[in-house]
């Protein structure tokens, strides 16, 4: 069991490193005009130059601390793409841009998402959103905060009452795929809204203090989600696979809710791909 001296070193590398990542993604911003991007395989997919050097800064800044670690980060600067660098028992998963589109196009709904993964377990999470100025955090079996301060999911109880969130994948024409539209339609009717924000990890981070109620979407990636999963359980809500499942990290589909809604919106939106 790790004691709280480690805790607190390992919280606060994590957030050392994001908070260096999101410093390189607002040092890419241009004073004027559009984000250069360019597509990443699929048309929609984008990927910057930000991209790239807030994931150099984030893997820099974990690997200095502690070489021996794992890494699965997204665009694969420092470290193989796309899966762990070696097995080993601490693995560091990296999204450091979460909400490309917003930020090619200039809104604030993007974040840098940093977590640790101890035997495959989330033991450390950090989000951290420097154009909305806020920072979420979680440390296994201690809670989770929004600057600095404790945060609960909300408790509505009623799915009339609650204010949902989803989105889309990048790839919408491939035969077969689910668009997500259908469980839309089952659930948009029986909720009081719907928001699509555009990055899985901040939707997470709203769920866990309670802005929204509930957050589902199809398709993702483990670090799409890995640190995010961690705060909203550790502020009391409930996350599994569209299954009802724990295959959420690996599985692509998601479900995460303030607990006391769970069973009703996993029966509307439920269910595989
Ligand atoms: C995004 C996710 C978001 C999803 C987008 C995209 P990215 O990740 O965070 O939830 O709806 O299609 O996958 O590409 O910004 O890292």
């Known amino acids: 069991m790790s004691d709280r001296s ?66 699965l980060a997204e665009e694969g600067v420092l470290t193989p793409a796309g899966r762990a660098s070696r097995a080993a028992r601490d693995t560091w998963i990296v999204d450091p841009l979460d909400g ?15 977590a640790l993964y101890r035997d495959g377990r989330p033991l450390v999470g950090v989000v951290h959103a420097p154009r909305l100025g806020h920072e979420w955090c979680a440390v296994h079996g201690r809670g989770a905060t929004k600057d600095g301060l404790p945060i609960t999911v909300s408790a509505t109880a009623e799915l009339a009452d609650a ?36 990055s899985a990890e901040l939707d997470l981070c709203l769920c866990a203090d ?11 990636q483990p670090y799409d989600v890995a640190a995010g999963a961690l705060i909203v359980r550790e502020a009391g809500g409930r996350v599994t696979d569209l299954c009802g499942g724990e295959d959420w990290l690996h599985g692509g589909q998601l479900l995460a809710t303030n607990g006391r809604l769970h069973a009703e919106v996993l029966a509307a939106v439920g269910g595989p791909p």
């Open 163 to 198: 204010l949902l969130s989803t989105g889309f994948s990048y790839v919408r024409d491939e035969p077969g795929r689910d668009d997500n539209v259908e469980r839309i339609r089952a659930v948009l009717p029986r909720c009081r809204d719907l928001r699509r924000y555009g």
């Open 100 to 114: 490309t589109t917003n930020y090619v196009h200039g809104l604030p709904w993007y974040c840098v998402a940093v």
């Open 210 to 220: 309670g802005t929204v109620d509930g957050y589902w979407e199809l398709y993702l």
């Open 6 to 71: 480690e805790l607190d070193e390992l919280l606060a590398l994590a957030q050392r490193a994001a908070r260096r990542g999101a410093d390189a993604l607002l040092a890419h911003v241009p004073a004027q005009g559009t984000i250069r991007s360019e597509t990443k395989g699929r048309r929609r997919e984008l990927v910057t130059a930000a991209d790239r050097a807030a994931e150099s800064a984030v893997v820099g800044e974990l690997l200095a601390a502690r070489p021996d670690d794992a890494v």
